[in-house]
């Protein structure tokens, strides 16, 4: 099983940048799919964005399309979310998910058997 440790939320402006890591323990990384997911306050967990195996294909919610990056390095068994032009609604606690999958409507879900402990990310206006 892959254990799963985000770092890099914290406070910041609506337009500036954060970068979250996520460090991933285990021998699968590299084969596996990887995804962020986000939760608000008062709202149910929502995807974020997916990243292929290789690195080649990413995938994005509408609402952080052009915005957000992800990314990932199989030698460091790291995945990256590079968040830019941040908004106020873009403020959850921020989890990495080994192995989410994609339905066949195109909804990603997550594999609730790998999570990580989140970090927050707050947004101020």
């Known amino acids: 099983q892959v254990q799963l440790v985000e770092s890099g939320g914290g406070l910041v402006q609506t337009g500036e940048s954060l970068r979250l890591s996520c460090a991933a323990s285990?021998?699968?990384?590299?084969?596996?799919?990887m995804g962020w997911f986000r939760q608000a306050p008062g709202k149910e967990r929502e995807f974020v964005a997916a990243?292929?195996?290789?690195?080649?294909?990413?995938y994005y919610a509408n609402s952080v399309k052009g915005r957000f990056t992800i990314s990932r390095d199989n030698a460091e068994n790291t995945v990256y979310l590079q968040m830019n032009s941040l908004m106020p609604e873009d403020t959850a606690v921020y989890y990495c998910?080994?192995?989410?999958?994609?339905?066949?409507?195109?909804?990603?879900?997550?594999?609730?058997?790998?999570w990580g402990q989140g970090t927050q990310v707050t947004v101020s206006s």
């Open positions: 990243i292929s195996p290789g690195g080649v294909s990413t």
């Open positions: 285990g021998r699968t990384f590299s084969s596996s799919v």
């Open positions: 998910n080994a192995r989410p999958r994609r339905r066949s409507d195109n909804k990603w879900v997550p594999n609730d058997d790998s």
